[in-house]
């Protein structure tokens, strides 16, 4: 279940997968993101609040997650952590869309979509 419920009760946040959502709000969290995708795939979810698209893009996201386990999931609010997006976007050679989706691998961008084209099923074991 993601840590992020919305207002939704457990029994109805998650489909068939899960995410356990870490909270990015930390500018200085993104290099060592980047190290840690030298042991495991890290995935940043940058959402909007205040978008319909968003939102669906991250229920959809959520229910596609078949193995929760394979990568680290981050959760970065985009209203609440304008910077850190910013600074997501310039270290990382992204630009900034939203919902993102960013996906690093051995310290670099492996696989990025934003809107529609953000699906689970593109992330790499």
């Given at each position: 279940m993601g840590i992020f419920s919305w207002g939704k009760k457990d029994s109805e946040e998650s489909g068939k997968g899960s995410v356990n959502w870490i909270?990015?709000?930390?500018?200085?969290?993104?290099?060592?993101?980047?190290?840690?995708?030298?042991?495991k795939p890290v995935v940043i979810f940058k959402h909007s609040k205040r978008c319909g698209i968003s939102t669906m893009m991250l229920?959809?996201?959520?229910?596609e997650v078949t193995d929760g386990?394979?990568?680290?999931?981050?959760?970065l609010d985009l209203v609440a952590n304008r910077e850190v997006s910013n600074q997501v976007a310039a270290a990382l050679d992204v630009r900034h869309e939203s919902p993102q989706l960013i996906e690093?691998?051995?310290?670099?961008v492996r696989y990025h979509a934003s809107h529609g084209d953000i699906s689970a099923s593109a992330l790499k074991d």
């Amino acid at each position: 279940m993601g840590i992020f419920s919305w207002g939704k009760k457990d029994s109805e946040e998650s489909g068939k997968g899960s995410v356990n959502w870490i909270p990015l709000t930390d500018r200085s969290t993104i290099e060592s993101l980047r190290q840690r995708s030298y042991e495991k795939p890290v995935v940043i979810f940058k959402h909007s609040k205040r978008c319909g698209i968003s939102t669906m893009m991250l229920s959809r996201f959520e229910r596609e997650v078949t193995d929760g386990d394979s990568h680290d999931f981050y959760f970065l609010d985009l209203v609440a952590n304008r910077e850190v997006s910013n600074q997501v976007a310039a270290a990382l050679d992204v630009r900034h869309e939203s919902p993102q989706l960013i996906e690093l691998w051995q310290g670099v961008v492996r696989y990025h979509a934003s809107h529609g084209d953000i699906s689970a099923s593109a992330l790499k074991d």
